[in-house]
């Protein structure tokens, strides 16, 4: 079923004033393929429109100041608080998500507001470096950290709002104004988001929404002043080369290929219960999710064994407001082509399927949790991106093995190392290729605030959270102010003369110039 297409067709009674035959996205239900609403889709005049609206407000929003700022900012995490059962709806309808893993983005974008709240003044600071020569003793330098202007957003469908928000907040709290193009999958939870922010909270209008794909997406390139990407590596490098046209600077946080190694030494019980949680929770579909194991071979058939027991103990459904499920369904069709693609490969080249291995009859887009055994690097789900509920185990036979397998590829988000002591675990991460690895955990990475979250290699640039999350939204403007009286006229300006010459060419050989005979030119 093609779900999430722009077709043309009657307007929807919600839209944005759009004529009656113009484009809209069939937003529909992954669980049942049901149509859950149409959206109007923004063409470029449009996209031109917004941004010209809210970069209108966008002064106003600098001026007053981080403090002013924050209060905005906080009744928008007291209206999430407010509504998380309400947004949780709105969002298991347009993902399919389970009830426990839709309940948790709010929350967590309340926790993004908290931490940047508390911490922006001190991350956008004036700095006022000392000078590092004489001369410039005479001048006050100063660092002052101001906002590009508007920041355009383009998010992916697994985690709608918190791909949108984790970074709208920290780029309106430095005074940014903001357009977000959310996946065309999934608008409806960023759209009401926004529209609580104009209609209930009263917020100032530099914060707004457009949609479409391509199209929008391109618009949005062109228009902003900073470009935030979330997506697949293949959609990052076109946005980065349409950025280029334009010369905007681009942030990017794009796929993985995540690997969890299992020493000999770990407690199996805990990194089978870790495997299982960070390889299918959101039924695999996030950018972090541990893709690919690597287990020694002393304790290889014991975690296998394990790892699928508990893997056919997982429940798999839809559970509306209940909490009688574990894994959901797939948000995107494409999606699901894939990852019975991978599957399919693997079992072709010699992998053993232990459990699932196979769309799940019925409407809607399902896969059910896949246990592989007996994979290596010739097969696909190995190599590229699955992001769906498959778990391949791989054999290695030591450490150095594990490792060499797991920067074997061309992404680089984050990783996962279970061994027998921490001190052990945290040696192993020191030698892995990614931006962010937990030891003895999954997924926490990203819920720790004061590290920097991002790729290395093809799984971006750039990185959200930690100071580097605000401080990639300003530009630093540098100040050079006299402390001194001045004269009329400065010893290096025009016209040049023998005498200033000489007396210029001394003082920086003096200044230049190590061991005094040297300095003194004797
Ligand atoms: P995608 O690249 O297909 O789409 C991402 C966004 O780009 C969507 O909003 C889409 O409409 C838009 N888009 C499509 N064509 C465009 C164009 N020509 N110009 C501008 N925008 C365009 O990705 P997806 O399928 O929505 O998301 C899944 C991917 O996102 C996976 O690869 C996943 O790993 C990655 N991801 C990365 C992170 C991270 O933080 N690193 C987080 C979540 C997802």
Redesign the pocket.
């Known amino acids: 079923m093609e779900r999430a297409t722009a077709t043309r067709s009657a307007p929807p009674a919600h839209g944005n004033g759009a004529a009656a035959d113009a484009p809209v996205i069939d937003v529909h239900n992954p669980a049942d393929g049901s149509l859950v609403r149409q959206v109007p889709v923004d063409p470029p005049e449009r996209v031109a429109e917004v941004f010209a609206r809210v970069r209108a407000a966008q002064p106003e929003w600098e001026a007053i100041g981080v403090a002013g700022r924050r209060r905005w900012l906080e009744r928008l995490r007291d209206w999430l608080i407010a509504n998380d059962a309400r947004l949780a709806d709105v969002m298991q309808e347009e993902t399919g998500k389970v009830r426990a893993e839709a309940e948790q983005e709010g929350p967590f974008i309340c926790g993004t507001i908290n931490y940047y709240c508390e911490n922006a003044t001190e991350f956008l600071a004036e700095e006022s470096p000392t000078p590092h020569i004489l001369p410039l003793k005479v001048k006050r330098l100063r660092i002052v950290y101001r906002p590009f202007g508007v920041v355009g957003i383009?998010?992916?469908?697994?985690?709608p709002v918190i791909?949108a928000y984790d970074d709208a907040i920290p780029a309106l709290l430095a005074g940014n104004a903001v357009v977000i193009?959310?996946?065309?999958f999934t608008p409806l939870s960023v759209m009401e988001i926004a529209r609580a922010w104009k209609e209930e909270i009263g917020g100032p209008d530099v914060l707004d929404v457009v949609n479409g794909?391509?199209e929008t997406?391109?618009a949005l390139?062109d228009e902003a002043d900073y470009v935030q990407f979330?997506?697949?590596d293949?959609?990052g490098k076109?946005?980065m080369k349409r950025a280029a046209d334009t010369l905007t600077p681009v942030s990017l946080?794009?796929?993985?290929k995540d690997p969890l190694i299992v020493l000999r030494d770990a407690d199996i019980e805990r990194a089978v219960n870790a495997t299982a949680t960070g390889a299918l929770a959101n039924s695999g579909q996030i950018?972090m999710s541990i893709e690919r194991v690597y287990v020694e071979e002393p304790i290889y058939d014991e975690f296998v064994g394990k790892l699928t027991e508990q893997v056919r103990t997982l429940r798999q459904g839809e559970d509306g407001r209940s909490y009688d499920h574990d894994i959901g369904a797939m948000t995107?069709p494409a999606q699901t082509d894939i990852v019975a693609d991978h599957v399919e490969d693997a079992r072709k080249k010699g992998a053993r399927v232990l459990t699932g291995g196979n769309r799940k009859d019925g409407p809607g887009d399902w896969y059910e949790p896949t246990v592989l055994a007996d994979v290596d690097h010739s097969m696909k789900v190995m190599t590229d991106?699955t992001?769906g509920p498959v778990i391949p185990v791989m054999k290695v036979s030591d450490a150095d093995e594990a490792v060499r397998m797991a920067n074997d590829s061309r992404y680089g988000?984050s990783a996962s190392v279970f061994a027998g002591t921490t001190d052990q675990g945290e040696a192993i991460a020191r030698r892995i290729e990614a931006g962010a690895v937990n030891v003895n955990d999954v997924l926490t990475t990203y819920f720790a605030m004061g590290v920097p979250m991002g790729?290395w290699k093809d799984?971006?640039i750039g990185f959200r959270h930690s100071s580097y999350g605000i401080k990639k939204f300003v530009h630093p403007e540098s100040l050079v102010i006299p402390r001194i009286k001045q004269g009329k006229r400065d010893p290096l300006w025009f016209p040049y003369t023998s005498v200033r010459r000489k007396f210029v060419n001394r003082t920086t050989r003096f200044m230049n110039a190590r061991g005094i005979r040297n300095r003194l030119g004797l």
């Open positions: 383009i998010s992916p469908w697994n985690f791909l193009k959310p996946s065309e794909v391509g997406g391109g390139v979330t997506g697949s293949r959609t076109v946005v946080e794009l796929g993985g950018c995107s991106e992001f988000l790729g799984s971006g």
